[in-house]
């Protein structure tokens, strides 16, 4: 089945630095990449994603890219505020799945803005 | 807006007891999904639903089970709850439109197992 790894664990950054969180995935079929953001307290909640046809994302101040070849995916921040510290999760998905087209997500990154 | 609740957001039970975990969405949404997150472990499949009475085991599907009677409430079931089952459960559920694969989470129950 997928499986997803992700990096760095912990990220720690001033504020207005950029930060970048790096994802692999097993399985080629894969085809939907989101990253969900869970602040302290709160439930994940989706903040970009990207799909398989598609080499980059943006929105604001936050970008996703993804390579399909080397089959990994990364989460860019740039300019970033304290209310941005968070743990980041990405995930993937596939239609192949054992259990459907459930997500299956890395093990997180906490991020730390300090300003 | 989509919304999707969890019985409770703590709960406190003893070894060997029977856990009931309730999850309800009012979206109509066909998938619903039971997760664990665990600090440095992220967040791990339990149980998948795409049905109402259809399910799937997903990735730590031990030690637990599920019930959709349903469409809108899908339940985990902890059949004799162990110490190792302390954690936090999320559940979370998705439209079965062809391509949308957005997932949205319910706040979590903290169940801690003594």
């Known amino acids: 089945g997928e499986n997803v790894e992700q990096h760095p664990s912990t990220l720690s950054v001033q504020e207005g630095d950029s930060a970048v969180i790096k994802c692999t995935y097993s399985d080629s079929a894969s085809n939907y990449f989101p990253w969900y953001k869970q602040e302290l307290g709160k439930r994940p909640q989706l903040i970009i994603d990207?799909?398989?046809?598609?080499g980059e994302k943006k929105d604001q101040r936050i970008a996703v890219t993804l390579n399909k070849t080397a089959k990994h995916f990364s989460l860019h921040i740039t300019e970033t505020q304290p209310e941005d510290s968070a743990v980041y999760f990405c995930a993937a998905t596939t239609p192949n799945h054992r259990a459907g087209t459930a997500l299956i997500f890395g093990k997180g990154t906490t991020l730390s803005v300090s300003s | 807006d989509v919304k999707v609740t969890q019985s409770s957001r703590y709960l406190v039970k003893r070894t060997g007891e029977k856990v009931f975990l309730e999850c309800v969405q009012d979206?109509?949404?066909?998938?619903m999904f039971w997760y664990r997150q665990d600090p440095g472990l992220g967040l791990r499949l339990i149980y998948f639903s795409y049905d109402v009475k259809m399910k799937e085991k997903g990735d730590i599907p031990e030690g637990y089970s599920v019930s959709r009677e349903k469409k809108e409430r899908f339940s985990l079931i902890l059949e004799s709850a162990s110490t190792n089952q302390t954690s936090m459960y999320l559940c979370?559920?998705?439209?079965?439109?062809?391509?949308?694969?957005?997932?949205?989470f319910g706040p979590g129950t903290r169940l801690t197992v003594t």
């Open positions: 979370a559920s998705r439209t079965g439109l062809a391509g949308m694969y957005e997932q949205y």
């Open positions: 979206m109509d949404h066909e998938n």
């Open positions: 990207i799909r398989s046809n598609v």
